[in-house]
Each structure stands twice: as C-alpha cells, then as structure tokens.
Nanobody, 121 residues
Framework: QVQLEESGGGWVQAGGSLTLSCAATGDSINRYAMGWYRQTPGKDRDFVGVSVPPSGRTSYADSVKGRFTISRDSAKNTLYLQMNSLKPEDTAVYYC??????????????WGQGTQVTVSS
C-alpha cells in the first residue's frame, strides 16, 4: 500500500495562493487515481479533485473548479494541489488519497496526517 505524507499548508489571506504536496512511498502514484480531500471540524471529508493516470486527466469539485489544479511529478513520486484565489471557505485540513476509479470516493480508509490550510478574510 502506498504511504502518503501531505505538506505545504499554512495561513494565507483571501485571494492568495498555496501549493500542497503529497509525497508517496512504497509504490508509484502513477499506478493509481490520486486525489485530494478536505475536512473541517465536525464534517465529513469532501472531495476536492482527482488526477487519473496515465494521461493525468483531472476533475474537480464545483467549489474549487477554475481555482485549484492537481499535478504529478513522477520523478519525485509526488502529487500537488495548486490553490489560487483562496477563500475563507477553503479553510480545512487537506488530505491526499487514492481514489476509487470512476468515482469521487476514496479507495480505502488510509489517511495521512493531513495539512492545515487557513484562509483569513
């Protein structure tokens, strides 16, 4: 099973940008549909977006479409989430995970520690 470690979160003002990283070990991320989810206290994790190999085709939740971009670096075995035009409602803990092909659901119940993103108004 691929092991995942998220990083890159922090505090940013509304309208700003952040790039999150998800470093994978144990297997190549290019074998899997990989995506990002986010969670706020007391709520379920929400799907943010997914990248599907081998083309890297992406799809996103409506709430982030046009502002967030998922990419992969095969050499570093790392998934990225570029977040632009951030809004206070983007504040959450962000997680990367393997995504069930053809859906927005995670493939399994494995989650890393996540990375906190806080957007101030």
């Amino acid at each position: 099973q691929v092991q995942l470690e998220e990083s890159g979160g922090g505090w940013v003002q509304a309208g700003g940008s952040l790039t999150l990283s998800c470093a994978a070990t144990g297997d190549s991320i290019n074998r899997y549909a990989m995506g990002w989810y986010r969670q706020t206290p007391g709520k379920d994790r929400d799907f943010v977006g997914v990248s599907v190999p081998p083309s890297g085709r992406t799809s996103y939740a409506d709430s982030v479409k046009g502002r967030f971009t998922i990419s992969r670096d095969s050499a570093k075995n790392t998934l990225y989430l570029q977040m632009n035009s951030l809004k206070p409602e983007d504040t959450a803990v962000y997680y990367c995970a393997e995504v069930t092909p053809g859906s927005q659901k995670p493939k399994n119940d494995y989650w890393g520690q996540g990375t906190q993103v806080t957007v101030s108004s």
